[in-house]
């Protein structure tokens, strides 16, 4: 099992190196970039990994670029894998294009800007944990805000830079399988249907509304737009309107991580079972773009995947087509007339009036925990509006 922890740097003066060696990677990358399309015109074929290694290992020794060696050896080697891996999904893309298998494209690895560098991974070498906060890279030491201990094997660590200019350290770790938190089992199982409106609707009533932090900050993203149009290109106050839009930017996405996993730690500590639809989310942004992407309805799918594998709760997902919304839960009669703009709906059969993101959290619980162990689950049984 893989792990990463994350942790951010302490602000000093001794953090400009890693600001040069981040720099110092976009350039290595836009070498080996210019090398591969170099070696493609000449020979018609792609430059190897092993062959690219070997060249930027001798290229250090030499006087022009004897700056490369403050970056790290192995730095430089991982900067040239992730090219690889780049060309390497860009040539399969291209073959499963031509069989037909799909239609999605995927470019090659190109030239970025420098500025726009984020970070650089070092694996064996080059860097070492010592005691408390501290960390050693090269020879220089570094503090972290260490909000908790390192847990597993350590096998690379990763400096990032964010649009903010704050660097952040990740260990990624090898844990060996933890069993799930041991905790008391509530006997609850639900099912919830995702909405705009109402983030989740669950057969059991229960409501959870998104804080929508995208929608409340739109003023102050155009604020923060208009201040940068009109700086100048180049200057330093261009610089501070760019580090403010990022700002923002920020407030919005720390806001949202935080509802989802605040969100996932409680239906996990409430459900032992967890019905959910499984959204036809291109469909949907087409149909309201920017507030399904304020929502974040994938990324919370993840995270609460992630927490339920910790407390050992079952998620379960029904198919992107089963039809929750028209299915009338008290008699199973599909009402096919019904459109996007009936909050409310009455079965033309039954003749009962269902709440209808209500209607469907039932009929996704019905249909999660029928498929969980092949058990049937009466009407009577889930919660049913009345």
């Known amino acids: 099992m893989r792990k990463t922890f994350s942790y951010k740097l302490y602000r000093s003066k001794r953090n400009k190196r890693l ?10 990358h836009n070498h080996c970039i210019a090398l591969h399309r170099r070696y493609y015109r000449l020979y018609k074929k792609s430059l190897s990994l092993y062959a690219l290694q070997a060249h930027l290992a001798k290229s250090k020794k030499l006087p022009k670029y004897a700056w490369w060696k403050q970056l790290g050896a192995q730095a430089i080697q991982n900067i040239a894998a992730r090219i690889d891996q780049g060309y390497q999904a860009f040539f399969a893309n291209v073959k499963a294009r031509k069989a037909g298998k799909i239609s999605r494209r995927v470019g090659p690895p190109s030239f ?28 220089t030491i570094y503090k972290y805000a260490k909000s908790r201990e390192i847990d597993g094997t350590i096998k690379t660590v ?96 720390n806001q949202r991580q935080a509802f989802h996993w605040e969100l996932a730690y409680t239906l996990c500590a409430q459900y032992d079972c967890i019905a959910l639809e499984t959204l ?22 993840g995270r609460l995947h992630y927490v339920a594998s910790k407390t050992g709760t079952v998620v379960q997902h029904i198919g992107t087509w089963f039809p929750s919304t028209k299915l009338c839960s008290a008699c199973g009669c599909i009402h096919q007339a019904i459109t996007l703009r009936d909050r409310v709906w009455t079965c033309p059969d039954c003749g009962i009036t269902h709440q209808r993101d209500h209607n469907a959290a039932v009929n996704i619980f019905r249909e999660g925990a029928s498929s969980h162990g092949g058990h049937l689950v009466s009407q009577a049984s889930a919660c049913m509006d009345g």
């Not at 600001?19 to 290595?28: D, F, K, L, T």
């Not at 089992?185 to 109402?198: I, R």
């Not at 036809?280 to 799918?301: E, I, P, Q």
């Open 19 to 28: 600001h040069r060696q981040i720099g110092g990677g976009g350039a290595i």
């Open 112 to 139: 970025r800007k420098v500025r726009n560098a984020k970070s650089f991974t070092l694996s064996q070498t080059g860097w070492k944990l010592l005691d408390g906060n501290r960390l050693k890279i090269g020879s």
């Open 158 to 253: 990763t400096i990032k830079r964010d649009p903010l200019g704050d660097l952040y350290v990740y260990f990624s770790c090898i844990l060996d399988d933890q069993p799930p938190i041991d905790r008391v089992m509530t006997g609850k199982s639900a099912g919830f249907d995702f909405g705009l409106t109402t983030y989740l609707t669950g057969s059991d009533r229960n409501e959870y509304h998104a804080p929508q932090p995208l929608k409340h900050h739109l003023k102050a993203l155009a604020k923060a737009n208009r201040q940068l149009a009109s700086k100048k290109r180049g200057s330093h106050n261009l610089k501070q309107a760019l580090r403010n839009l990022a700002r923002v930017h920020k407030r919005v996405a």
């Open 280 to 301: 036809h989310l291109s469909g949907m942004k087409a149909l309201w773009g920017r507030k399904v992407s304020d929502l974040g309805f994938a990324t919370f799918v």
